[in-house]
C-alpha cells in the first residue's frame, strides 16, 4: 500500500497489523500535542478521541497514543512508533510533536470495518533545512485573515515553518502603520486587474503571527525596497521618483492592459522595475526608520525582509548605497536583514544579511554570481529557484491562471526534480539556510486561485526542504504516487488543488499491470483525480 506521506521521513518500515482508531483511545502525555492531534484526528475522521494527561486515568481503558517530550534529540525531529496495542510519539520539542501529528494524520486510512487504522510502522524523522517556508504576495492582490490562517494550517501540514508575506508592491500597501498611517489610507484601495484592494491592521498581523507561531511557524514580513514602491508614491509622493516607464514596461501593458504607471494613481497592472524611493534624500531613511522599526517590533521572528529586487531604474551605485544602508537598519533593529538575490553584488550589506535566491535552477546572467556575495559576507541563502518552485508559474499550459516567464509551464515534477546543493556552484547544505516556494498573485484572486496554483506543486517544495537528498523514496517516481494518495486527503479537507498529471504510458505487460494497480489505488492517471473532483464540485 502507498502511503501518503510528505515530506518522506528519514526512515520508516512498516509491519504487519494496524492500530485502529476509535473513541476509547485515549492521548496522555504532552498536553499541548495530544490537543493538537484531537483536534487533527477529528477533522480528518470525525473521530473524538479522549485527552487524558494523567496517565492513571488512560491506564485503565486501556489503548493510548502517549505522546512524550524527551529534551534531547534533533530540533524538530521525532519518533512514531504505531503498534496494534498502541501509539508513541517522542520528540525533543514541541515542533518535533507537532510534526509528528501531522505525519500521524498522513498514515490513517479507511480499514474494511468503515473506520480508521494507523499502519504498524516505525518512524525516525528530522529535517534537512531549518528554514521552510511558503512566500505569499498579499500586495497584487489582497487576501484577508482567514484565507492566510487557512494557508497557514495547510503550510504547517507539510511541515513548513516560515509564512513570508510580501507586503508591499507597486500595486498596493497592505499593512497599516501608526508610524506611517497614510500608506495603508491611501496606499491600499486597489490590487493588480482593478480588483478591490485591502490591507491588515496591526491587529491582524500580530494575530497572523499568533496563528503562526500556535502552528510552528514564523513570519517573515517584507517590505519592497527601493523598487516595487509605487504605492508608497501615493500616501508619499515627496519620497518616490517618477516612473521609468521602459520598453518591459510597455510591452507588459500591451499584453496584460492594467495601462501606464502615472504618479499619484493607483497601479493596477503587472510591470515591474519602474518604481523607486528618492535614493539621496534623507526623508527616505526617516521613512525606513519608521516603517521598518515598527513592523520590527510586530515580528518576534528574526528576519526582516526588504525586497531589493528588479531595481531597474535605480544605477548601480545608488542601488548600492540604498541596500547598505537599508540593510544596516535593519541590523540595528535587532534583526537580521533577508533581501532578494540582487542586492548579493552589493559590497558593503550589513554582515549576514541572508539572501533570496530567485534565478533558475541553472543559473543565468549572474544570478549566482550575486548569490554568492551573501556567503562572502557571512550570510546563508534561501533557494527559490523560479522556474521550480514559483508557485505563480501555470502549471500546464491551458491553465488560465499564473505566468510563464520562468521557463513556464512548470509541472510538478519540474517543482520536484532539483537538488539545493547543485543551484549555486559553491554553496554547500551549510550556505544554505533553506527553501522558499513563493507565490505571486498578479493573477490570482480568490483563494480557489491560490488552491489551483500552490496544490500540488507545494509538496514538491517541502518535500525539497524537509527530506535528505539521499533519503528513502526520494525519487519522483515514489513521491509521486505518494502525492496522489495525499490529494484525497487535500480533497477530503475541501482544498481545491490542481490536477496531479498521469504518469507516462509504460511499456510492457508487468509494467501496465503495475500502473493499472496504482490507478486503482489512488487514481493519479484517472482524468478524475480526487483533487479534480473536489474543484469540480466546489465550483
Ligand atoms: C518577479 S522574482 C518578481 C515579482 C513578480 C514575479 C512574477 C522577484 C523577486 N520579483 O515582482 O511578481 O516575478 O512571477
Not at 113 to 135: E, K, N, T, Y
Not at 433 to 450: M, N
Request: proline share 7%; aromatic share 8%; glycine share 10%.
Amino acid at each position: 500500500m502507498v502511503l501518503g506521506v510528505v515530506p518522506f521521513p528519514r526512515s520508516l518500515s512498516t509491519r504487519a497489523g494496524a492500530f485502529a482508531l476509535s473513541p476509547e483511545v485515549v492521548l496522555t502525555g504532552d498536553a499541548e500535542a495530544a490537543s493538537v492531534i484531537a483536534d487533527l484526528v477529528l477533522a480528518r475522521t470525525g473521530v473524538r478521541l479522549r485527552v487524558a494527561v494523567a496517565v492513571a486515568a488512560a491506564a485503565a481503558s486501556g489503548r493510548t497514543i502517549a505522546v512524550r517530550r524527551t529534551g534531547t534529540g534533533a530540533p524538530e525531529g521525532y519518533r512514531l512508533r504505531v503498534d496494534p496495542g498502541g501509539v508513541a510519539l517522542e520528540s525533543p520539542d514541541a515542533a518535533g510533536l507537532f510534526y509528528g501529528a501531522q505525519t500521524l494524520v498522513q498514515l490513517l486510512s479507511h480499514n474494511d470495518a468503515g473506520g480508521w487504522d494507523l499502519p504498524a510502522a516505525d518512524i525516525s524523522d528530522a529535517p534537512r533545512f531549518a528554514h521552510r517556508g511558503m512566500m505569499l504576495d498579499v500586495a497584487r492582490h489582497f487576501f484577508p485573515v482567514p484565507v492566510v490562517e487557512r494557508l497557514i494550517d495547510r503550510i504547517a501540514a507539510l511541515k513548513l515553518n516560515v509564512l513570508h508575506l510580501h507586503l508591499s508592491d507597486d500595486q498596493g500597501w497592505r499593512l497599516a502603520l501608526q508610524s506611517r498611517p497614510a500608506l495603508a489610507h491611501r496606499g491600499s484601495q486597489t490590487s493588480a486587474l482593478g480588483d478591490p484592494g485591502g490591507h491588515f491592521t496591526r491587529a491582524d498581523y500580530a494575530h497572523l503571527v499568533a496563528y503562526a507561531a500556535a502552528r510552528h511557524v514564523r513570519v517573515v514580513p517584507e517590505i519592497d525596497l527601493p523598487g516595487h514602491t509605487h504605492a508608497v508614491g501615493l500616501a508619499y509622493p515627496e519620497l518616490v521618483e517618477p516612473p521609468v516607464i521602459s520598453a518591459s514596461v510597455a510591452e507588459t501593458a500591451a499584453t496584460f492592459g492594467g495601462g501606464i504607471p502615472t504618479p499619484g494613481e493607483p497601479y493596477t497592472g503587472f510591470a515591474v522595475g519602474f518604481s523607486s524611493l528618492r535614493i539621496c534624500d534623507e526623508a527616505t531613511y526617516e521613512f525606513l526608520a519608521d516603517v521598518l522599526g515598527e513592523i520590527a517590533a510586530l515580528t518576534p521572528g528574526p528576519l526582516l525582509h526588504i525586497g531589493g529586487d528588479e531595481a531597474l531604474g535605480t544605477s548601480a551605485e545608488d542601488y548600492a548605497y540604498f541596500l547598505t544602508r537599508a540593510t544596516e537598519i535593519v541590523a540595528g533593529l535587532g534583526k537580521t536583514p533577508v533581501a532578494w538575490h540582487e542586492a548579493g553584488r552589493v559590497a558593503r550589506i550589513a554582515p549576514g544579511t541572508i539572501g533570496q535566491y530567485w534565478g533558475f535552477v541553472t543559473p543565468i546572467d549572474g544570478a549566482d554570481e550575486d548569490a554568492r556575495g551573501f556567503i562572502a559576507g557571512g550570510g546563508r541563502l534561501i533557494l527559490s529557484p523560479a522556474d521550480a518552485i514559483y508557485l505563480d508559474m501555470k502549471p500546464d499550459a491551458q491553465s488560465a491562471l499564473g505566468l510563464e516567464w520562468a521557463n513556464g509551464p512548470t509541472s510538478l515534477e519540474a517543482a520536484y526534480s532539483w537538488e539545493p546543493t547543485r543551484v549555486i556552484a559553491g554553496a554547500s547544505d551549510r550556505d544554505i539556510l533553506g527553501v522558499e516556494a513563493a507565490l505571486w498573485t498578479e493573477t490570482l484572486a480568490t483563494e480557489a486561485d491560490i488552491e489551483a496554483m500552490v496544490y500540488p506543486r507545494i509538496a514538491a517544495a517541502a518535500e525539497i526542504a524537509w527530506s535528505a537528498a539521499d533519503g528513502p523514496e526520494r525519487t519522483w517516481p515514489a513521491f509521486r504516487e505518494r502525492v496522489a494518495v495525499l490529494a484525497e486527503l487535500w480533497a477530503d479537507a475541501g482544498i481545491r488543488a490542481g490536477r496531479i498529471a498521469s504518469p507516462p504510458p509504460v511499456a510492457g505487460a508487468e509494467a501496465a499491470a503495475e500502473s493499472e494497480s496504482a490507478a486503482a489505488d489512488s487514481d493519479p492517471a484517472g482524468s478524475a483525480s480526487p483533487a479534480e473532483s473536489a474543484a469540480g464540485s466546489a465550483s
